[in-house]
């Protein structure tokens, strides 16, 4: 692709951005390990940190599987309450004693609830015991339900429970310090007004843990977008980062295949990653606002975007299928 080309391709994109997607505070595009592109909005900077939201999800699944090929967690076929066994679990209550650490990453366990109690999660200080309380019920254990908030702290229960450290602290010793992450510290809230502060700051570095000091698992972590391409750079990498394997390559490849499906939005799912194309093996880690890190392994394509909150945003893969990656796919 001749220079020329390719400004002229990157100037429409950029007023592309300002025109119809105003809310992004910065995007980074890696092709082959390389930069190809990487700018910033909104007055961000490459220092800024954004709350990525359920991004957060696919930053748990990478911890889990190091758990794993750590030997802190025997198999994702161990039961949820084998890690909790000083919980009491009510007599009637069968479901919930067979939930899998699967079921959980697959977003196939059921809970209690219709409508999410926000209110009293956001307000509780043990957000592990809060959704405990409310795993099981009459649902079916193996059918997806799609649980952005209230589900996911269980697997930062087992993390913890597992590893002797907190989510932070192992995430930093085995994910974030080699990869060159910076996170640093707890985000706690004394107010809703601090948390709505918080949605809208662009720096604040840290992840945010409730009363007890446990890390949110669906939501809470800020990060820029360089350290989001890095999260997908290693990913697309099966694992290496400067040659030295971080997560395993078998647990790359089991979490970015399907292992259920939202039908009703016709999403397939794998270990707490959006998965998009079998055949290119792409897939996805997608937060609120429009926050992604999206892989395209065939095409060796890397691409993030961090936003900015806002509701009802234009949806971002739409935008990187049919605009960016046509933009950067072709440059050697």
């Not at 910065?26 to 220092?47: I, Q």
């Not at 750079?233 to 980062?241: A, C, R, T």
Request: aromatic share 12%; glycine share 8%; hydrophobic share 40%.
């Amino acid at each position: 692709m001749n220079t020329s080309y390719g400004l002229e391709k990157v100037t429409a994109l950029e007023k592309k951005i300002n025109d119809d997607y105003r809310n992004i505070a910065g995007m980074v595009v890696l092709k082959d390990g390389k930069t190809l592109y990487e700018n910033y909005f909104n007055e961000c900077t490459a220092t800024s940190r954004i709350h990525v939201y359920s991004v957060t999800k696919s930053i748990i699944s990478i911890l889990i599987g190091i758990a794993i090929d750590k030997g802190y967690i025997k198999s994702i076929d161990q039961k949820v309450l084998d890690f909790f066994p000083d919980y009491t679990v009510k007599s009637r209550e069968k479901t919930l004693q067979n939930v899998t650490l699967k079921n959980l990453l697959t977003m196939t366990a059921p809970y209690k609830y219709k409508f999410a109690p926000y209110i009293k999660y956001f307000t509780s200080d043990d957000g592990v015991k809060f959704t405990l309380d409310l795993l099981g019920g009459k649902g079916q254990i193996g059918e997806f339900r799609y649980t952005p908030l209230i589900g996911p702290d269980i697997l930062s229960g087992i993390l913890i429970k597992a590893t002797g450290q907190s989510v932070l602290d192992f995430a930093t010793d085995n994910l974030f310090s080699p990869l060159g992450i910076s996170a640093l510290s707890n985000v706690t809230f004394h107010s809703k007004e601090e948390q709505l502060a918080f949605n809208k700051a662009n720096n604040i570095s840290g992840w945010v843990a409730d009363g007890a000091g446990t890390n949110t698992a669906g939501w809470g972590l800020t990060l820029s977008p360089t350290d989001m391409a890095k999260i997908g750079q290693l990913l697309l990498d099966n694992g290496i980062w400067n040659g030295e394997q971080i997560v395993s390559a078998r647990w790359v490849d089991e979490s970015t295949k399907v292992h259920s499906r939202w039908e009703k939005q016709n999403l397939a799912y794998g270990y707490l990653w959006w998965i998009l194309d079998d055949k290119e093996h792409a897939f996805a880690a997608m937060g609120d606002g429009g926050n992604v890190i999206y892989v395209n392994a065939k095409k060796k394509i890397v691409i993030s975007i961090a936003s900015l909150f806002e509701q009802k945003v234009k949806d971002r893969l739409e935008f990187i299928k049919g605009y960016i990656e046509p933009i950067f796919e072709n440059y050697e």
